[in-house]
Nanobody
């Protein structure tokens, strides 16, 4: 099970930190991803982190503003989002991937003045 938290309403230029708590899986074995989706569009990969945390990757739209990290001791993955823009408004989903894929229920992020 994956449970996201930390979404909300923030003004442009602001910051949010999303968290995803994992249970029922061997968390340290899974690559973890953050996706986002807006109505009418496909789900977009925002950031990824390997199981040990050594390698991260970002969508071009997230580079320089977002940081993905994980705490394998606590079964948590984070997405620190800075310099938020209105176009970052979306539902953000946590994803765990190994041989199978698991999804959280999503958390809404709204960037608006």
């Amino acid at each position: 099970q994956l449970v996201e938290s930390g979404g909300g309403l923030v003004q442009p230029g602001g910051s949010l930190r999303l968290s995803c708590a994992a249970s029922g899986i061997t968390f340290s074995s899974y690559m973890m991803n953050w996706y986002r989706q807006v109505p009418g569009k496909e789900r977009e990969l925002v950031a990824s982190i390997t199981n040990g945390g050594a390698i991260t990757n970002y969508a071009d739209s997230a580079k320089g503003r977002f940081t993905i990290s994980r705490d394998n001791a606590k079964n948590l993955v984070y997405l620190q989002m800075n310099s938020l823009k209105p176009e970052d408004t979306a539902v953000y989903y946590c994803n765990a991937r190994l041989w199978e894929s698991y999804w959280g229920q999503g958390t809404q992020v709204t960037v608006s003045s």
